[in-house]
């Protein structure tokens, strides 16, 4: 026995091969998201521009996330992931090119990203349908929370990297190396041998497989519910990290080493989150998703009401954990209930009512604390999105799903 090794990565070598593969990317993907404000200003950018060439990321959601959806039900779900891979190695090499030979500008990075967001799209919600064709049923909240791991994990070493690689060879050079972590990803990808899905619509239209989509998703109250708190989340809650939370620092927290100890802090507790769902199974997911997604909420409250810097580090870790519990039941739930033959489509809705609209939340944040004052905006934050989680706890499907059975003494069982 090989001690330490979770179980689904010993017993599932589908899943382990895409674990793999996922694993560098992730790094990479933290990387760059370090590094990509650093590019713009080495290019003459300014604050705003920061901002477009964010944006130029994001909003591409707004526009193929549901095209992405249909077509990962369409088509092989690693094949449409591997796609994307290439698409976004060759952007970033592209990019880390540009500002290497310095002749990067403004323009060629909201274009390279913007069409990068594309691609993003469509691997988004394919990798939440393929998951339950790598992994067996009763393994689905443990490879989850797995993958979560690499993204909080990626949180606390990611800046740390992308410190160095900025510091030794540029913005370019750190980019450059998240588009070697693709060409990783797409190696691994082309590996994969997953399950079909149990059945499919690949010869129906587009147009009618995105209405079935949409009805699968108006068809379960549970799943449009908790969609909605998702959302509040991401365009509510979340700027309150990527707006005010930083701004808030450079006035009153030592800046940014003020704020990296603050998202250090959140990256760790994420991190002991993942370890939990890797190891505790719920019986009812939806329940304890609707606590943690109100814990989690409180990231706004907290960095607006700390009374300094090391408590509301402590405190954000308390979120974090949350934060992994909430998005690991979540995903798992979606992946056990919703037919696998429609999953992508569904999951895309919940991408577009967070992710993509996320945006709208960014913009509005900063506009909102200079109208009603820095505070006042991040307690409303909370204000609103603790309560609308709670809110959740009302529907009896949401109290009634339950995850999928477990095999007998393969992991540990918690009620709730």
């Given amino acids: ?4 090794v979770p179980s689904v990565l010993r017993e599932e070598p589908q899943f382990a091969r895409y674990f793999a593969g996922q694993l560098l990317s992730v790094l990479g993907d933290r990387i760059t998201m370090v590094a990509l404000p650093f590019a713009v200003l080495s290019v003459g950018g300014s604050a705003s521009d920061v901002g477009l060439v964010a944006a130029a990321a994001l909003v591409p959601f707004l526009l193929f996330a549901l095209v992405g959806g249909v077509w990962a039900d369409r088509l092989p779900r690693h094949r449409v992931m591997l796609a994307s891979d290439v698409v976004r190695g060759v952007l970033q090499a592209a990019i880390a090119a540009l500002l290497l030979s310095g002749t990067a500008r403004v323009w060629h990075l909201v274009v390279l990203m913007g069409l990068f967001g594309i691609a993003d799209a469509f691997f988004t919600p394919a990798a939440t349908g393929l998951m339950p064709l790598v992994v067996s049923q009763h393994r689905l909240q443990e490879a989850n929370a797995l993958r979560g791991f690499t993204f909080s994990t990626g949180v606390v070493i990611g800046p740390v990297v992308a410190g160095a690689l900025i510091a030794g060879f540029g913005p370019g050079g750190a980019i450059a190396l998240d588009a070697a972590t693709f060409g990783v990803s797409a190696y691994f990808l082309a590996r994969l041998n997953p399950r079909a899905p149990e059945s499919t619509a690949e010869h129906a239209p587009f147009l009618r497989q995105l209405v079935d989509g949409f ?8 799943l449009w519910a908790t969609m909605g708190v998702v959302s509040v989340y991401h365009v509510i809650v979340l700027p309150s990290v990527f ?10 927290f030592g800046g940014a080493a003020g704020w990296a ?4 802090g959140f990256g760790v507790g994420s991190i002991v989150g993942d370890l939990i769902a890797l190891r505790v199974r719920v019986r009812r997911p939806l329940i304890v998703a609707a606590v943690a997604f109100a814990v989690s909420s409180c990231q706004a409250l907290v960095i607006g009401a700390g009374p300094n810097l090391l408590v509301i580090a ?13 998005f690991t039941l979540w995903e798992t739930a979606l992946q056990e209930h919703v037919p696998q ?4 489509r569904v999951s895309s ?4 009512v967070s992710t993509g609209l996320m945006a709208v ?7 909102a604390a200079d109208a009603f004052g820095m505070r006042p905006t991040l307690f409303a934050m909370t204000a609103v999105g603790a309560p609308a989680a709670l809110l959740l706890l009302a529907l009896p499907a949401v109290r009634a799903l339950r995850s999928a059975p477990a095999v007998p003494a393969a992991v540990p069982v918690a009620t709730a």
């Fill in 314 to 326: 402590a405190l954000e870790a308390v979120t974090g954990v949350a934060v992994s519990l909430a």
């Fill in 349 to 352: 809705y919940d991408h577009l």
């Fill in 341 to 344: 033959a429609s999953l992508s």
């Fill in 243 to 252: 707006v005010l939370g930083p701004v808030l620092a450079e006035r009153e």
């Fill in 1 to 4: 026995m090989r001690v330490g």
């Fill in 215 to 222: 009805a699968e998703v108006r068809s379960r109250s549970w």
């Fill in 261 to 264: 100890a603050v998202v250090t």
């Fill in 361 to 367: 939340g960014l913009a509005v944040a900063g506009p």
